[in-house]
Every structure is written in structure tokens, then in C-alpha cells.
């Protein structure tokens, strides 16, 4: 199979953007963007050994936006054929036409978009040629490793590969032309442990830019396996004040409360409990978060942003104090300040480790409670009250004692912050935030 299967070629890409360009001036636009994008892949999921589901995508689309002066209109296809392109940039400028005119509108600043020296290659594409056959080979050698564990491990919600691969091109009447190739797939397994008349439910997954870097199905699918059981026999615990440690993946949610707190978007709408922070203690003196966006088969790595604003490695928490805001044009111009890049979010924001693995972790804690899953949405972004159902393990004299369920655990997102008292070495990468577990010092446990 041949080693990348896209329709169009990175020439015909620009030239679909050149021409919704052009044609969007010969139409009135003042200015103008444009991103011509393409993308195919496949999923297969197996359930107890059996083929579930096979899926192949392909897409491939345009998304104009235009500016008659201060207005704004955005218009998208998904064909790209030259009759298309011409229809989408026009209804895009009538658009433009009937809106309300913003002073934040409008391209980014010259002097702020990515030029020559700020490509670079990132090492983000690896496409992966893989048969269904082996596809579903890999799945059901992930399921069955969990199956041989234990007989109680009897059910499977499914193991799933998927390939994906995907390219764009970008461009803006200033001149600006970027553009990259990526791929990213995933392996992931949901499997059912059962004792008695209770079933407890535990999942895992590894994601990555080549197939090379991810787990080795056998390993994650005896891990989701061990994750199932452990969670039998689980209690209900009294109500309680005590300390609580968030597993890694659990950990980079908390993060992404933070970016969004300190996100353009909260920032000029004033629905952020982190208001007029740039250059306070947010977080614990213990905290340091760095952003780099140029990791060689960094899941969130770009050169760019969305408005083709270079991209630049910073720190924006240093010893729990803020440095930076995360801010595209538009929400940067709202906020009278400069864009940082990160028009569509945040690029590998990674908590800097503390020395402990997890079990260090839990020796620290002492007795407390160690989450591994939390339910609900129960998240203020504009007080920070944070309540949310939670499911773990309580532990005493750092050794965990049994599994918990059907309590809540509940605080203020500001006090969590600075009552981080320690950031594990156990590091897990599966997106735009690398983090190791994190342990605070208190937090209120709804139980019994």
C-alpha cells in the first residue's frame, strides 16, 4: 500500500487557496483567509473477538473568512471544485456584507505571522498503511490479553485502531502561505469485570503520531483488564475533608480548566475566576508549566496558529506565578493586548515532573483519596466551584486500602491550584497537555 493515499498534492492545495484569494478581492473583501484542508483514515472495532465495526473516512474541505473593512463573514465547502470555491468566497462576502462591524476584526499583525525561519519540520507525519486484516488482528490481541487475566473479566465494550491522517494549506491576502502534514492514531480497549451481581468498568488507551510509539496492545489491553478488577467490591465512603490525588490523566483535565480560565475567550467576556492574573501566584510555588510548540511528534505541535501567528516556546507558569495569557488575534485585540499564538488553544503545555512516581505519590499522601475517574461537568468557569462524581481508591499509610465509588469531590479551582503540594514523574502524553498525577493537599469528599 502506498505510503500516503491523499487526492491532491500540497500544490493544488495553494492553489485552491490562491484562487478563493483572489476571488474573494475581485469581490470587495478588504481581506481575506483561506484554508483548504484533506484528511482519510480507518477505524475497526472488535468486541469479544468478534468485527464489529469497520469504518473508512475520507474528507476533504474549504473554510473562506472575509473582511469588508471591520466586517466579517465565513463561509465552507467541502467540494472543491473552481465552480464551488467561487460560490463559497461569494456567500461568504455577502455574509460580510449584513454583519456588524468589530474593531477586533481583521487579519493578524504582520509582524506577528510565521515567515521562513519559523518552518520547521516537526516530524508530525506518519502515515500508517494498515490492512484491515491486521487491524483487527491488533484488536483482538488487545481484547484477549484482558481476557486472560481473569475469568471475572467476561465483557467488552471493544477494542479499537484507528489510523488517521490528514494535511492543509492556509493562506491570507498579507501574503502568509503555511501549511503541514499529520497523522495521529490510537489504539483503545473498554472492557467489564464481573463478581457476583456487580460489574465495574475500566478503560485505556495510547494515542501517537506514528504507529511505532504506541503500546503494545497485549500491555495496554492486560492493563485495562487490571484496571476492570480492581474496581470490584468497591464502597462508599463517610463525608470527610482529606487530601486527594489525581491520576495523570485526570491531572491534564485540571490543566485544561486553567487554560481555560486564562483563555482569550473568558478573558474579554470576563467569565473567568482567574481575571487580571497575568503576573500573580495562581498556582502553588511548586508548579512550573512551559509551552512548546515545536516537539518532534509533539500531539499538539504547530509552527503556526490559526491565524498564522508564529508559534514561540515560553514559559506561562513560573514557581505557581502567571506569565502569560493564551490568546489569539481577535481576543487579544478585545484585551488590548498581542496575540501569543494560540488561536485554537493551547501547544504541549507540560506541568514540569516532580521526582515521585505514583507510588511515591501515594506514600506522600499518607491516607487520603486517589481518583482515577470523575463524572459529570459539575465545573463553574466563571466562580471556580468545582464539584464533580468521582471513583477511586482510599488509601492509608500510602497503600491503597479498597476502591470508592458513588461519592463527589468538591473545592474552589483557585484554592486547588495553590494547594498543590506535589506533581508526579508518571508523565502521560495524549494531547495538547503532558502531566504526571497530582496530589492537593485537601479537597471535600461527599459520601455517606
Known amino acids: 500500500m502506498p505510503q500516503s493515499r491523499f487526492s491532491f498534492d500540497t500544490d493544488t492545495l495553494r492553489d485552491i487557496v490562491a484562487h ?12 481575506a483567509e483561506a484554508e483548504a484542508s484533506e484528511g482519510y483514515g480507518q477505524t475497526v472495532t472488535v468486541r469479544k473477538g468478534a468485527v464489529e465495526t469497520i ?28 465552480r464551488a470555491i467561487e460560490d463559497t468566497v461569494d456567500a461568504a462576502v455577502s455574509i460580510a456584507r449584513f454583519t456588524a462591524a468589530d474593531d477586533a ?17 516537526l516530524d508530525l507525519f506518519h502515515p500508517w498503511s494498515l490492512a484491515v486484516e491486521q487491524a483487527v488482528a491488533i484488536a483482538r490481541r488487545c481484547e484477549a490479553a484482558a481476557f486472560r487475566l481473569d475469568p471475572r473479566v467476561a465483557n467488552s465494550e471493544g477494542a479499537t485502531v484507528s489510523t488517521q491522517q490528514s494535511q492543509f494549506v492556509a493562506g491570507s491576502s498579507d501574503g502568509f502561505v503555511g501549511g503541514q502534514r499529520s497523522s495521529r492514531h490510537y489504539i483503545s480497549l473498554s472492557v467489564i469485570a464481573q463478581e457476583g451481581g456487580e460489574m465495574q468498568r475500566d478503560d485505556w488507551y495510547s494515542t501517537a503520531r506514528a504507529a511505532a510509539d504506541l503500546a503494545r496492545p497485549a500491555a495496554l489491553g492486560d492493563y ?7 474496581r470490584l467490591r468497591g464502597r462508599r465512603i463517610s463525608t470527610r475533608a482529606a487530601p486527594v490525588l489525581l491520576e495523570a490523566p485526570l491531572a491534564s483535565g485540571l490543566l485544561g480548566h486553567f487554560v481555560a480560565a486564562v483563555s482569550g475567550g473568558s478573558l474579554y467576556r470576563k467569565a473567568s475566576f482567574l481575571l487580571d492574573s497575568l503576573g500573580t501566584e495562581v ?38 506565578v502567571l506569565q ?29 515532573p516532580g521526582d515521585r512516581d505514583l507510588v511515591g505519590l501515594l506514600r506522600e499522601m499518607g491516607t487520603g483519596l486517589f481518583v482515577t475517574e470523575l463524572l459529570g461537568q459539575g465545573v463553574n468557569m466563571v466562580t471556580g466551584d468545582y464539584s464533580r462524581g468521582a471513583c477511586g481508591y482510599w488509601v492509608e499509610n500510602g497503600e491503597i486500602q479498597y476502591p470508592v465509588e458513588e461519592i463527589t469531590i468538591a473545592g474552589n479551582l483557585r484554592d486547588m491550584f495553590k494547594r498543590i503540594v506535589a506533581v508526579g514523574s508518571d508523565v ?3 494531547g495538547a497537555r503532558q502531566s504526571g498525577s497530582i496530589l492537593i493537599e485537601r479537597m471535600t469528599i461527599a459520601g455517606e
Open 428 to 430: 502521560l502524553v495524549r
Open 224 to 230: 485495562a483488564g487490571r484496571r476492570a478488577l480492581a
Open 20 to 31: 478563493a484569494l483572489a476571488r474573494a478581492a475581485a469581490r470587495g473583501a478588504t481581506e
Open 55 to 82: 469504518e473508512h473516512n475520507r474528507d476533504k474541505g474549504l473554510g473562506v473568512t472575509v473582511f469588508i473593512g471591520k466586517q466579517k463573514g465565513y463561509a465552507s465547502t467541502s467540494d472543491l471544485a473552481r
Open 324 to 352: 502569560g495569557y493564551f490568546l489569539g488575534t481577535y481576543s487579544a485585540r478585545k484585551l488590548g493586548m498581542r496575540s501569543t499564538g494560540n488561536s485554537g488553544g493551547s501547544h504541549n503545555l507540560m506541568l514540569a
Open 105 to 121: 476584526n481583521g487579519l493578524a499583525d504582520r509582524e506577528l505571522l510565521a515567515g521562513a525561519d519559523d518552518f520547521r519540520d
Open 283 to 320: 498556582f502553588s510555588p511548586i508548579v512550573n508549566l512551559r509551552e512548546e510548540p515545536h516537539l518532534s511528534r509533539g500531539l499538539a505541535s504547530a509552527c503556526f496558529d490559526d491565524d498564522g501567528v508564529a508559534t514561540r516556546p515560553r514559559d506561562v507558569v513560573r514557581d505557581g
